[in-house]
């Protein structure tokens, strides 16, 4: 079975930084591609970036510059470390598995002071 399993969001304030987690179960993590997709209130959902399976990693153009994603294959894990916060960002953050199609429960950021 499938499982994905976000950590790490919580509140901060502008400018600020938050790491993500997200640990995966139930398939051959090293072998695919992770997205982080994020959903702010009110609006739909939003990719933010993606980790290919390569080491290659790609950003949405909100992203770029300030969020990084890794992986850590060797703990089923994919990371969103994201710096220079910014109210917009403010969001319910998603890992997704799009070969397996699975979401994880998603893990609230809000940026506030």
């Known amino acids: 079975q499938v499982q994905l399993v976000e950590s790490g969001g919580g509140l901060v304030q502008p400018g600020g930084s938050v790491r993500l987690s997200c640990a995966a179960s139930g398939f051959t993590f090293s072998s695919y591609w992770m997205y982080w997709v994020r959903q702010a209130p009110g609006k739909g959902l939003e990719w933010v970036s993606t980790?290919?399976?390569?080491?290659?990693?790609g950003y949405a153009e909100s992203a770029k510059g300030r969020f990084i994603v890794s992986r850590d294959n060797a703990k089923n894990t994919v990371f969103l470390q994201m710096n220079s916060l910014k109210s917009e960002d403010t969001a319910v953050y998603y890992c997704?598995?799009?070969?397996?199609?699975?979401w994880g429960r998603g893990t609230q950021v809000t940026v506030s002071s």
């Open positions: 997704f598995s799009p070969t397996w199609r699975a």
């Open positions: 980790s290919f399976a390569t080491g290659i990693s």
